[in-house]
């Protein structure tokens, strides 16, 4: 590749190029549609030019977004989409600035009436929002010398990085703020220079990694979603990226994006309303199907009622209800509803539930008695069970209470089996404690977890927030043999003063939503109580199986 042509490219990927988005309007006839459950989605698309389908020539075309609206009306679950605040060159700068000027642009989608929309109107009517953006932040520092290898700083790539996170969870913000039920996906990004060297491609794929490990720490303690897109466009490069001066997707490329954001949705878009089918048991062979009716019951003259793929019967609406019986105790049964109108056509997304019937139905036990109304019983009593805590003898956990450095320590050691390398005790305060504890201590020592202060590790003493941080970041590297690398500094105010190393700890478990503070502020002195405790190494543990 020639320098000036490696120039075209940083320059294509910039964004940079302000082309006229002229207004897209679909209109056909509406077919009589299908009975369904599925509220019709209002698709909103946001980000730069691979959202807004601009070519590998470099013109506005039919992109991701175009491909997955189109896809959903041949669904027949669409009402609406608008692409028409995506725009090539945007930044996440430009999407805030968006938000805060509440634009007003013209709509380029299907189903609307009117010629122009505002953002924030537009959020708030919106079921589904695909939002891409990020890599016009980073990809302007990147320049490539005469062999084509990139040359960057690596100070300002950083900063370009944690802007990006830091921007995109601002944008989430203001989309929440203004629609708290939106579902959101975010596009990763993929490899834009397939056609570098290979010498030079670790460095480009280091550098995509970095991107989207930025974007995905915007998405920290959010229900949106990560659509990964890089492995798929990497199966066929050259295919979905036929110009190797251009950055853009060919309509191949575009639809394996789509196809992308499409396989997400199908597993993780809220398509039915909560509790719109639910099975019940009448007795240790029987159990009681109930659904709410399709959304448009004009037309619908029957619901049929399937046992795996076998049809087991047929209730004439509006009846909603239909027991099952002579089922196996312990064997999951798959049950759905289909709903058939009176010219014969059926719903083309059925009602679905896994169900087993108990051999004897068991009343719920209290594993703990003190937790009932407790934050965080759901993740004490997980912690239970996966063997990570275990309460006392009088059936309480105790979630208030200070947990104490050995506690702690013998805790993450028993999660991840170590044992002590050493026969020798580091520590001479150990005496009153069990052998077992004393040999988890010394292999949370041998393995760096822990140090002590002149020959002593005060294992009475409670373990603060900011301690049990480091000890957790200290092993997630033990457990994965690699450290964990904040790309986001944590936003708390009452961390400067510790170590650049428990600031980074802390930082990794804000990003991971492993811990979240309160206000603004970590606590880092507290003594971390046991319920707290709890929480951060289930969801440590969680990380590091990931």
């Not at 290979?198 to 480009?204: A, E, F, K, L, Y």
């Amino acid at each position: 590749m020639t320098k000036k042509s490696i120039s075209y490219v940083v320059m294509a990927f910039a964004l940079v190029l302000q082309i006229a988005i002229m207004p897209f309007q679909a209109s056909a006839a509406d077919p009589e549609k299908a009975p369904t459950w599925i509220s019709p989605i209002n698709y909103l698309a946001l980000g730069d030019s691979l959202a807004a389908g601009v070519t590998p020539t470099n013109e506005l075309g039919i992109g991701y977004t175009d491909l997955l609206a189109e896809k959903l009306a041949k669904q027949e679950v669409l009402l609406a989409s608008n692409k028409g605040f995506s725009y090539p060159g945007y930044k996440t700068a430009d999407v805030l600035k968006d938000f805060e000027m509440d634009v007003t642009k013209p709509i380029v989608g299907m189903g609307h009436s009117d010629q122009t929309a505002t953002l924030h109107q537009s959020v708030k009517e919106a079921n589904l929002i695909t939002l891409t953006i990020g890599a016009n932040d980073v990809l302007p520092n990147i320049k490539f010398d005469d062999k084509g290898t990139p040359v960057y700083n690596s100070g300002e790539l950083t900063a370009a990085m944690m802007k990006v996170g830091t921007n995109t969870q601002q944008i989430l913000a203001k989309i929440y703020a203004l629609n708290p039920d939106a579902q959101v996906y975010v596009m990763g990004y993929y490899n834009p220079f397939p056609y570098l060297s290979p010498q030079n491609q670790p460095m480009v794929e280091q550098l995509v990694m970095s991107i989207n490990s930025a974007i995905k720490s915007g998405l920290t303690g959010t229900t949106a979603q990560f659509v990964e897109t890089a492995k798929q466009i990497a199966e066929d490069p050259y295919t979905y990226l036929p110009n190797p001066e251009n950055i853009h997707l060919s309509q191949a490329g575009y639809k394996v994006v789509m196809e992308a954001f499409h396989k997400s949705l199908m597993e993780n878009y809220s398509w039915f309303a909560k509790d719109a089918f639910t099975v019940t048991a009448k007795d240790a062979t029987t159990v009681e199907l109930n659904w709410v009716p399709v959304i448009d019951t004009g037309m619908i003259s029957t619901y049929q009622i399937f046992n795996g793929d076998k049809m087991v019967g047929e209730v004439m609406s509006p009846i909603v209800t239909y027991e099952i019986t002579d089922l196996q105790p312990n064997k999951e049964y798959h049950f759905s509803v289909q709903a058939v109108d009176q010219n014969g056509k059926k719903s083309m997304q059925h009602l679905n539930a896994k169900y087993t019937l108990d051999k004897e139905p068991v009343e719920p036990t209290v594993m703990f008695t003190d937790i009932t109304n407790h934050w965080a019983k759901d993740v004490i009593e997980m912690a239970a069970m996966k063997g990570i805590v275990s309460g006392y003898a009088d059936h309480t956990f105790r979630p208030d209470k200070s947990l104490t450095r050995a506690q702690a320590t013998s805790i993450l050691v028993r999660a991840l089996n170590l044992k002590p390398k050493s026969t020798k005790w580091a520590f001479n305060d150990l005496a009153d404690y069990a052998d077992s504890t004393k040999k988890d201590i010394q292999a949370a020592y041998d393995y760096g977890l822990v140090s002590g202060v002149n020959g002593h590790f005060m294992p009475n003493q409670p373990i603060t927030r900011a301690q049990l941080a480091l000890v957790l970041s200290r092993t997630y590297e033990v457990a994965t043999g690699k450290p964990f690398t904040p790309t986001v500094a944590a936003p708390f105010t009452d961390i400067k003063k510790f170590s650049k190393d428990t600031q980074w700890a802390i930082a990794g478990l804000y990003q991971m939503n492993i811990a979240t503070g309160d206000n603004g502020k970590f606590m880092p002195n507290d003594p971390t109580t046991r319920a707290h405790a709890a929480k951060m190494i289930v969801h440590s543990m969680e990380a590091i199986a990931q």
